[in-house]
């Protein structure tokens, strides 16, 4: 196709998006997932609780290529899903280790020497993460990708190091995640701190909280987050409301459901 000054159009890309949640252990993120539109999980963990979900086996998928099958079939079958979810990422690595492993003939990711395993690994990511794309592109599935979520020292070139949450990869893998996504969340319970006299004129932090959960989608220092559509800092997830509160900022859902109030 030539190019031209003349043909130069204004767009306004709807395509479905690309979303990471990710946070603390039992927050709900399966379930925040499963309430998208006509789901289908392809499962590497045990995650889903007492949640009644469509998936392909009675149990996880235990390799990377059984993942790719799985993707395979979404790309080619005759279905009506319209969002996929991988739960979760941080189960899915080490089914990619063990393939790379086997095709370099390696006993662990490690034996390639020092880094150079996972940088072989990104070549396989990119694979990954482009079949899921394709999902989106050629089959208009909004694509979940779940994660557990860890607690690592950051490094910041103008201040002191401090500790945040991020992504429970390997720093490659997660940046490549993160920077394919176009909504990354970070969900956790909203906590309040409040200082307590504890004698000799000290002070003792006091966490509490009432179970309320947030999805916080702006990066902060404590915290990898993201979002490429202008949603509000942090919204509050109420159980079984959490798309709605979702949906009228994304692409391709903005009219499947009522307005929700941001935190």
């Not at 509050?236 to 859902?253: D, F, M, S, V, W």
Request: net charge negative; glycine share 8%; aromatic share 10%.
């Amino acid at each position: 196709m030539a190019l031209s000054l003349i043909n130069l159009v204004r767009r306004k890309s709807e395509k479905p998006p690309r979303i990471v949640f990710y946070g603390v252990p039992g927050v709900g993120k399966t379930t925040l997932a499963a309430e998208f539109p006509d789901p289908v999980v392809i499962q590497t963990e045990e995650g889903a609780g007492n949640l009644e979900l469509t998936t392909f086996a009675d149990g996880p998928l235990t390799s990377a290529a059984e993942v790719d099958e799985a993707i395979e079939l979404l790309l080619t079958g005759d279905h009506g899903f319209r969002t996929v979810i991988l739960d979760s990422l941080d189960w899915f690595e080490p089914m990619l280790w063990a393939a790379v492993c086997k095709r370099n003939k390696w006993d662990s990711i490690e034996d390639a020497g020092f880094g150079k395993g996972y940088i072989a690994l990104d070549a396989d990511w990119r694979y990954f993460l482009g079949r899921m794309n394709a999902l989106r592109d050629e089959r208009g599935m909004t694509v979940i990708y779940l994660a557990h979520e860890e607690i690592k020292g950051f490094s910041d070139p103008e201040r002191e190091s401090y500790d945040r949450y991020r992504l429970r990869l390997h720093k490659r893998a997660a940046e490549m995640v993160v920077e394919a996504a176009d909504v990354v969340g970070f969900m956790n319970y909203v906590t309040t701190v409040r200082k307590e006299k504890s004698g000799f004129n000290k002070e003792t932090a006091k966490a509490s909280g009432v179970g309320q959960r947030v999805l916080h989608l702006a990066e902060r220092p404590a915290f990898t987050a993201k979002n490429r559509f202008d949603m509000p800092d942090s919204i509050l997830i109420k159980r079984g409301e959490g798309y709605a509160a979702l949906a009228k900022y994304l692409p391709g859902h903005r009219d499947a459901a009522p307005t929700a109030t941001a935190a």
